[in-house]
């Protein structure tokens, strides 16, 4: 969440797409499947390997 908050423009997301990568941090997970460029941006920002 820190990477969001330094960049200079906001990263909009869904409220669906938030709940998927909060997941995955919690659960302590490194990669995760995105099927949109908005999720793909946000899992690279929160330091996710994006699975396409």
């Given at each position: 969440?820190?990477?969001?908050?330094?960049?200079?423009?906001?990263?909009?997301?869904?409220?669906?797409?938030?709940?998927?990568?909060?997941?995955?941090?919690?659960?302590?997970?490194?990669?995760?499947?995105?099927?949109?460029?908005?999720?793909?941006?946000?899992?690279?920002?929160?330091?996710?390997?994006?699975?396409a």
């Amino acid at each position: 969440m820190a990477a969001c908050y330094r960049r200079t423009a906001p990263l909009l997301i869904r409220t669906l797409d938030a709940l998927h990568l909060a997941s995955a941090r919690v659960a302590g997970q490194t990669e995760a499947v995105a099927s949109d460029g908005r999720l793909r941006e946000a899992e690279v920002q929160g330091a996710l390997q994006t699975i396409a």
